[in-house]
């Protein structure tokens, strides 16, 4: 961590499934094999082996390791800031798993599985969520009955909030601010997608809801809707469980495009003229700059707007939709810039006179991870 070099990097996905793969990146190494992993421990245990193993491997034993991050996904209203993995946090962490019923028991699982592999080192939760608890009640109760929040814990509570702050210290940075200083909105534009608007480094509110479905449009969510059409969608003979599937999983740039939810496809296809692709892709940037104009009346005092995630690290021609949509606020968009700004490059996509600066600037949660790890570890506070 002295220098923060990534050493190794890997993904284990379809664990338990009998179909699971094993991505892993190292200096010298690269490979993705098809892996037998019937649950989590197998997979901790896979995990482990290749970090040690001879070739592959970047450490000589299980013991060099201190301490492991992990990212859970909700800590609902309790668990606003990362903190040490002790028997307690489990069990508030498996309390809210009502409120992330897709994210919370795996997360427990890969936490266990952690546990039991290295018994002797300190394990640390980095909340998703932890970032967005700093929203006003204004942003983040919604207009319902009172009760559906005291007794269901019905409110926004946001997502991506470690990515959010990544890029908030990271900006903060680039412009010479103070990170209790800095005023942005920062976009992250992934398959999942959200948008948060920052003020003196605080989130003061964003477009993820109680659940990730909320806010922008996504690469198979829907965004913002009208929460009677869900309701109407039943009255016309869906179950709710198929409203939420396809909600979830056969809308936004999928749903409307009817192609996939791959952007630079949509991008190919729109060019090649195809109405339904070029209409998602407007969708999506229009969302975009309806949500920072906005954010931005509500943080008037900005420093600039920060897109990050795939699509915002990449993709010209979305970036290009955004600023030119953002003219009316002043913004005068660089197309040099916006060209040689992709694949981890960081800077701003606008005129060094735009009145209000677009910048990209790559996320990488995986360090705001260990950084806290190692923060916590120390007994230093984050
Ligand atoms: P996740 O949210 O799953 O971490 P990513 O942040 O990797 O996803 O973002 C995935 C999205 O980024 C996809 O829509 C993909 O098309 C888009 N993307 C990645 N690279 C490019 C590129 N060069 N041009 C346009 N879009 C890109």
């Known amino acids: 961590m002295a220098d923060e070099t990534s050493l190794a990097k890997g993904i284990l996905e379809r664990v338990g499934t009998g179909n699971a793969t094993l991505h892993h990146t190292a200096a010298q190494v690269g490979f993705d094999k098809d892996v037998d992993v019937p649950d989590h421990t197998a997979g901790m245990k896979l995990i482990l082996e290749t970090l040690v193993d001879g070739e592959a491997g970047v450490i000589k034993s299980v013991d060099e390791i201190v301490g492991v991050g992990h990212r859970v996904v909700h800590g609902g209203e309790e668990l606003t800031r990362s ?3 002790d028997e307690e946090l489990i069990a508030v962490i498996r309390r809210n798993a009502d409120l992330a019923p897709l994210h919370n028991p795996p997360n427990l699982a890969g936490i266990e599985a952690a546990r039991r592999a290295m018994p002797n080192v300190s394990h640390v939760a980095v909340f998703d969520t932890a970032f967005l608890s ?12 009172e009760r559906w929040h005291a007794e269901h814990h019905v409110r926004r509570y946001g997502f991506h909030g470690t990515s959010h702050r990544y890029v908030t210290l990271a900006t903060a940075k680039l412009l010479g601010k103070a990170p209790d200083e800095v005023n942005l909105i920062t976009a992250h534009l992934g398959n999942g997608c959200s948008m948060t608007a920052v003020s003196a480094g605080k989130a003061v509110d964003h477009s993820m809801g109680m659940t ?12 913002d809707i009208d929460p009677a059409v ?26 409307v495009s009817g192609l996939g939810n791959d952007m630079r496809d949509l991008l190919v296809a729109a060019d090649d003229g195809n109405e339904r692709a070029r209409l998602a892709v407007d969708m999506f940037v229009y969302r975009i700059v309806k949500y920072i104009g906005a954010y931005h009346a509500v943080v008037p005092d900005l420093d600039a707007v920060v897109l990050t995630g795939g699509i915002g690290e990449n993709s010209r021609p979305v970036r290009r939709g955004i600023c030119e949509g953002l003219a009316g606020l002043g913004v005068v968009g660089d197309e040099d810039r916006n060209q040689a700004t992709i694949r981890g490059k960081t800077g701003p996509i606008t005129a060094d006179d735009s009145p209000l600066g677009v910048w990209v600037v790559p996320t990488n949660e995986e360090l705001m991870i260990a950084r806290d790890a190692q923060a916590i570890i120390a007994g230093s506070a984050v």
């Open 212 to 223: 990730p479905l909320a806010g922008l449009m996504m690469g198979t969510r829907s965004g």
């Open 230 to 255: 869900a309701l109407y969608m039943i009255s016309r003979g869906l179950s709710a469980q198929e409203v939420d599937e396809a909600l979830n999983k056969k809308s936004g740039l999928l749903g």
């Open 134 to 145: 700093t929203l006003p009640p204004k942003a983040y109760r919604y207009a319902v009955p």
């Open 83 to 85: 903190s040490l993995i």
